[in-house]
């Protein structure tokens, strides 16, 4: 069923997502996280925040995310959010987000507003991700970090949040399979911690 935000007007969306998100989390938007870590990542986890960028484009809203540069330590090559570990100097996940994004791809912080938090998600890798949800009014310009980012792109937030194109997929390493949440996009596999996290706000949308 579609989300009743893609019904309502423009200028009623912001409102709406802004009070989806103060309603107490849905059990169906928790544990998501499939508890296993690689090998050297176990024990407490680092905390962590992303940015969920809903970008206010006049054709709809989009979803701004990044490809990993290929080079990086932890998920080379992967489509994610921009974000990071949370920092001495951040004074809370919002601020980390916030700090992250306009390190990763040049986004002005004047130009995002925050709606809200969603279920935090833990990585194979040791983060405690804390997704933050940011209203982006264009228009804004986009300074990829060379180091860290290979590419920045939009996705129409419609098709992220239709639950028949959120699917189940598995890997296997070794003799054991792990699962995970996928959202292909054309030539684009969004996949692991970033589809997860696109499933928990569309949960938390839908309130249960």
Same mark, same amino acid.
Request: no cysteine; proline share 10%; aromatic share 8%.
């Given at each position: 069923?579609?989300?009743?935000?893609?019904?309502?007007?423009?200028?009623?969306?912001?409102?709406?997502?802004?009070?989806?998100?103060?309603?107490?989390?849905?059990?169906?938007?928790?544990?998501?996280?499939?508890?296993?870590?690689?090998?050297?990542?176990?024990?407490?986890?680092?905390?962590?925040?992303?940015?969920?960028?809903?970008?206010?484009?006049?054709?709809?809203?989009?979803?701004?995310?990044?490809?990993?540069?290929?080079?990086?330590?932890?998920?080379?090559?992967?489509?994610?959010?921009?974000? /990071?570990? *949370? +920092? $001495?100097?951040? !004074?809370?996940?919002?601020?980390?987000?916030?700090?992250?994004?306009?390190? #990763? &791809?040049? =986004?002005?912080?004047?130009?995002?507003?925050?709606?809200?938090?969603?279920?935090?998600?833990?990585?194979?890798?040791?983060?405690?991700?804390?997704?933050?949800? /940011?209203? *982006? +009014? $264009?228009?804004? !310009?986009?300074?990829?970090?060379?180091?860290?980012?290979?590419?920045?792109? #939009? &996705?129409? =937030?419609?098709?992220?949040?239709?639950?028949?194109?959120?699917?189940?997929?598995?890997?296997?390493?070794?003799?054991?399979?792990?699962?995970?949440?996928?959202?292909?996009?054309? +030539?684009?596999?969004?996949?692991?911690?970033?589809?997860?996290?696109?499933?928990?706000?569309?949960?938390?949308?839908?309130?249960?």
């Amino acid at each position: 069923m579609p989300l009743p935000l893609f019904a309502l007007p423009r200028h009623d969306q912001r409102a709406w997502i802004e009070d989806q998100l103060r309603r107490p989390v849905p059990l169906t938007a928790l544990g998501l996280s499939d508890g296993f870590r690689l090998p050297g990542r176990e024990g407490r986890a680092t905390p962590a925040a992303v940015l969920v960028p809903l970008v206010n484009r006049e054709d709809g809203l989009t979803v701004l995310l990044t490809q990993r540069s290929a080079n990086l330590p932890d998920h080379p090559g992967q489509i994610s959010f921009p974000g /990071g570990r *949370v +920092e $001495p100097d951040d !004074a809370d996940v919002g601020a980390a987000a916030l700090r992250e994004a306009h390190e #990763e &791809v040049g =986004l002005p912080g004047s130009r995002v507003s925050l709606l809200g938090e969603l279920a935090s998600y833990d990585t194979v890798t040791g983060y405690r991700v804390t997704p933050v949800v /940011g209203w *982006v +009014e $264009p228009p804004f !310009a986009i300074e990829p970090d060379p180091v860290e980012v290979a590419d920045v792109f #939009e &996705v129409p =937030l419609a098709f992220l949040l239709d639950p028949e194109h959120q699917e189940r997929h598995f890997r296997m390493q070794g003799l054991v399979r792990r699962d995970f949440w996928a959202i292909p996009w054309g +030539e684009r596999y969004i996949w692991g911690a970033t589809a997860a996290m696109l499933v928990i706000l569309d949960r938390t949308l839908r309130g249960g």
